[in-house]
């Protein structure tokens, strides 16, 4: 198995095996402040939140290859990411917009609010079942 993971600091995403041997950098370019990360090894997705300049949720495949922005309208701190694996959905919270949402994770298309606070700093967020779990500072 492997463990991917954000480094803030480089503005770049790696990936070793659970023992920390074969590290490399799977993506070095076009990212600003990336946050949060999920993977779905099953479909071969790598998928993100990133802040910065222009906030946006992207998907790449595991190696980097045909990144792709899926959401880049309407969010501005994106926090935690999740994958919903039964019914293919990709959420993320927003420490901005007090929101969580979600999306297809395929075409990123059916952007639907899944729940909507105020005053709430939602930190990261996670789906399992019927269930949605998130957190805030």
């Known amino acids: 198995g492997n463990i991917y993971w954000t480094d803030h600091g480089f503005n770049l995403m790696e990936v070793a095996r659970l023992n920390g ?9 076009g990212l600003d402040q990336p946050r949060s990360i999920a993977v779905h090894p099953e479909k071969g997705y790598l998928f993100w939140t990133e802040w910065g300049q222009t906030p946006c949720i992207g998907r790449a495949h595991l190696d980097g290859s ?47 609010i899944v729940l909507s606070g105020s ?3 939602m930190f990261s ?13």
């Open 21 to 29: 041997s074969f590290r490399y950098v799977v993506i070095s370019q």
């Open 66 to 112: 045909e990144k792709v922005v899926l959401v880049s309208l309407g969010i501005a701190w994106p926090n935690g990411i999740s994958i919903d694996y039964e019914e293919n959905k990709l959420y993320w919270c927003d420490a901005r917009t007090d929101k969580i949402e979600r999306i297809d994770l395929e075409s990123g298309g059916n952007r639907e």
């Open 119 to 121: 005053n709430v700093d």
């Open 125 to 137: 967020v996670a789906v399992f079942g019927a269930y949605i779990y998130w957190s805030d500072r």
